[in-house]
């Protein structure tokens, strides 16, 4: 696993754990992670990540629209 560091501004009062779970969630919105290996960047069992997905505003259920669609219309 690669190591990454970041500077984070004083004013942002952000500690490890929230950043972590911020960064997780949105790589998993935009589907960079699947939901395990972001619960895992995260320090969460799946199941309290999917939890916390909505602290976030994202949803449990990444399935573009787009895909959605092009499934429902082979039935």
């Known amino acids: 696993m690669k ?3 970041l500077n984070i501004p004083d004013g ?5 754990i929230e950043t972590k779970r911020f960064l997780a969630a949105k790589m998993y919105e935009i589907g960079k992670l699947s939901l395990g290996q972001a619960a ?5 069992s799946k199941s309290a990540f999917a939890e916390i997905l909505s602290d976030y505003n994202v949803s449990l259920i990444n399935y573009p629209y787009s895909d ?8």
């Open 3 to 5: 190591h990454l560091t």
């Open 12 to 16: 942002l009062n952000l500690n490890e």
């Open 40 to 44: 895992s960047l995260a320090g969460l």
């Open 68 to 75: 959605i669609a092009r499934d429902a219309a082979q039935f």
